[in-house]
């Protein structure tokens, strides 16, 4: 039907078609799509140096683009205007302040989290659908990228809700129970003269990344790492009776896949592992709320597609604890902010009350 006619323009109305398209725009996939290819196009820019060079000042095209290609790269810089996170500047391109949050490290983390990490996964998820790859063996996530983003994160939101659990405890020397590239320990070191670490780790990779991270930060007096098994501790290394903490981030929820059964029995060999020289086993575990905040169900994607155990929240870690060797003490987090993570203080049951 014409609704109106001018030399201008002509205008057609159609109560169907306008049903169609206003059920599309209220499906959200406008916005998913627009999140997947700023996703996309971010992650190239962020491999490529560009968002880097961004963060530092550079605003000359050139400068900016280096050998990158010049049409493709000058395009993508625009249209990243168009979303509002870059603006025009004489020769070249600057972030407006949508843009200089967007390069923030907690966003870059992030973003190298679920795209380079878990992209590999993400990826091929349509192979792990029809059972022709499987995770583990066809596929990987990229473990330098997550320890990466891991230890951004974790020493913007984390460490300092961690030290303040060992100050309470007057504990000065951590045992990192699968410690990676030694992120956390090394960290610590460089805010506390007077801390001292020991890392332990399966991987030998990780191990001497660690290892060479801690000489480059001049803290290598005061940390060690070794390669053993954390969940054994008998593969334990002498210097581990040094310390008076055991300390455990994001390694225990992986288990709970074989059962909470399989998760009790880890908690108990801490328990059992306790000497006279502990002051206290600090847990710290990522929370799933299943909700759609702060890349809440994204968590959650990537723990499906990688076979992993789930988070739990913090009152379903306090339901587990009594069925263990271990009584928790306090629980530690930081409101409001960060990745949403729950540390626990625990003490054999056996010592419970004997402080």
């Not at 600057?94 to 967007?102: D, Q, S």
């Not at 990537?302 to 009152?315: D, E």
């Not at 339901?319 to 990745?339: E, I, K, Q, T, W």
Request: with cysteine.
């Amino acid at each position: 039907m014409i609704t109106r006619y001018d030399h201008r323009s002509v205008e057609l109305q159609d109560e169907h078609t306008e049903q169609a398209w206003s059920a599309y725009r209220l499906s959200d996939m406008p916005q998913i799509l627009d999140g997947y290819h700023k996703a996309v196009v971010l992650a190239a820019l962020m491999r490529t140096g560009v968002l880097q060079r961004l963060r530092e000042g550079r605003t000359d095209l050139g400068d900016l683009l280096g050998t990158l290609d010049p049409y493709f790269g000058e395009k993508l810089l625009g249209w990243l205007s168009t979303a509002g996170y870059t603006q025009r500047v004489d020769g070249g391109y600057a972030p407006t302040e949508a843009g200089a949050a967007l390069l923030s490290d907690t966003a870059l983390a992030q973003l190298s989290f679920y795209i380079e990490a878990y992209g590999p996964v993400t990826q091929r998820i349509e192979d792990l659908l029809r059972g022709t790859a499987r995770y583990g063996h066809d596929i990987q996530r990229d473990g330098a990228a997550l320890g990466r983003s891991c230890n951004t994160l974790f020493d913007l939101y984390h460490i300092d809700v961690v030290l303040e659990a060992f100050a309470r405890r007057s504990a000065t020397c951590a045992l990192d129970l699968g410690c990676g590239a030694g992120g956390f320990l090394i960290e610590a070191a460089r805010r506390d003269q007077q801390f001292r670490g020991i890392g332990l780790d399966i991987s030998e990779g990780a191990i001497a990344e660690a290892s060479k991270r801690a000489v480059e930060a001049g803290v290598a007096e005061r940390v060690s790492f070794h390669v053993a098994d954390a969940f054994d501790a008998a593969t334990w290394p002498e210097a581990c009776t040094r310390a008076d903490a055991l300390f455990a981030a994001g390694v225990l929820h992986e288990h709970f896949r074989q059962g909470e059964e399989a998760v009790i029995e880890i908690l108990n060999r801490f328990a059992a592992a306790w000497d006279g020289g502990l002051k206290s086993i600090i847990l710290g575990e990522p929370e799933l709320y299943y909700d759609r905040q702060d890349n809440d169900s994204d968590l959650d994607l990537v723990h499906i597609l990688t076979l992993q155990g789930f988070p739990r929240r913090h009152n379903g870690w306090l339901d587990l604890f009594p069925r263990s060797d271990l009584a928790c003490r306090a629980v530690y987090s930081r409101r409001n902010a960060g990745p949403r993570f729950a540390f626990y203080d625990l003490v054999p049951r056996r010592l419970e009350g004997t402080e």
